[in-house]
């Protein structure tokens, strides 16, 4: 069965139908640029009469609304199909009421008609509201930046006022215990001086860190050690400390309970695993990741549990230190003596030991 054609009428109403339905609004010029037809939205969105519009050029339209010279550059440009033309340009508009708005305009050239003569299908989208956005999201990050820019600022301030606490009360520690009399007393001021020594050391070369979320621990274990070393290790009976760990990043909150067990570590072997001299006196700092597993070792080559280092397996200030840090990092922690010396193991749950 043969259906016959839509009647031309039949289908100008619907073509007119369809882009009445356009919800933004939509224009078609013809090779002279004047108004062939447009959607309802076009004439709503800026006041024109339907009657009044149709076949008069589109700079003539209303008060001139679309006569601006970035438009009529825009469409001499597609009209003459310009290379270079941009896809489409931003222009501000005043609305019916009068309230201003940006408009994105978009054209793109097409034939028309049985004569194929060019004609130009205009889009308008109001990005108003897009763009305010954007400007408030910008707006937003450069106040987030000048604010983190402040707050690292301050952060600094605040770590070199603690470092220099802390190097006052050590000083006022170290004094006391050269002045007091009472060998026990002097013996816990010692004792309070080397760790208020140790948390100035994992203090220190954290804020020295240029990003403090994240550091080398390489680096940061061999700076480590060498404090250490310079502060804690004293003429009598020279110490070697050494950092051993390959290169890679650590997450500061694990550095600085690491470093704080690293710390106490050394104290440890300082106090007694050297009762007598020892020409070769060593401390090893070893440090092993893969991912999320790692291991720390603090190992030393003095006399381990044996005469004068019977007091390491005691429980006291250190231990107590030690065990709640291992119970921050989530970990588990060996033990190990011997002849050859004595070993501190501290490795994550997940850590396997081959």
């Keep these: 069965m043969l259906f016959a054609p839509p009647s031309l009428e039949k289908s100008h109403a619907l073509a007119h139908a369809v882009m009445d339905s356009a919800p933004d609004p939509l224009a078609v010029l013809d090779e002279r640029l004047c108004l062939l037809t447009a959607s309802q939205a076009f004439f709503d969105v800026f006041g024109f009469d339907r009657a009044l519009s149709e076949g008069r050029p589109v700079f003539a339209l209303g008060i001139g609304q679309l006569d601006l010279p970035e438009i009529r550059l825009f469409l001499s440009m597609i009209a003459g199909d310009c290379a270079v033309a941009p896809e489409s340009i931003e222009v501000e508009q005043r609305s019916a009421t009068g309230g201003c708005r940006l408009m994105a305009l978009s054209a793109r050239k097409l034939g028309h008609g049985d004569d194929g003569r060019p004609a130009l299908i205009l889009t308008f989208t109001d990005i108003t509201i897009q763009r305010a956005l954007e400007h408030d999201r910008s707006a937003l990050l450069v106040q987030t930046s000048r604010r983190l820019r402040d707050k690292d600022i301050l952060l600094r301030e605040v770590q070199h006022r603690i470092g220099n606490n802390i190097q006052t009360l050590a000083a006022i520690l170290r004094i006391h215990s050269r002045n007091v009399e009472s060998e026990e007393v002097r013996y816990h001021l010692r004792d309070a001086y080397l760790r208020v020594l140790s948390v100035g050391q994992v203090q220190s070369h954290l804020s020295d860190a240029e990003n403090l979320d994240v550091v080398e621990v390489g680096s940061y274990l061999a700076d480590l050690a060498d404090g250490l070393s310079a502060s804690m290790v004293s003429d009598r009976q020279p110490i070697r400390i050494v950092a051993r760990s390959a290169s890679g990043p650590l997450v500061s909150i694990r550095a600085v309970r690491i470093g704080l067990a690293v710390t106490e570590l ?25 991912g999320e597993s790692w291991k720390l ?24 230190i030690i065990s709640d840090v291992v119970k921050q990092l989530d970990a588990r922690m060996t033990v190990s003596s011997g002849p050859e010396g004595f070993a501190v193991s501290i490795m994550s749950a997940n850590y396997v030991v081959i």
């Design 266 to 290: 050394v104290i440890n072997a300082i106090k007694f695993a050297f009762p007598f001299r020892k020409s070769d006196a060593q401390i090893c700092i070893d440090y092993e990741a893969h």
């Design 297 to 320: 070792v603090v190992s030393d080559n003095g006399v381990g549990n044996g005469a004068g280092g019977a007091a390491r397996t005691r429980g006291g200030l250190a231990r107590s």
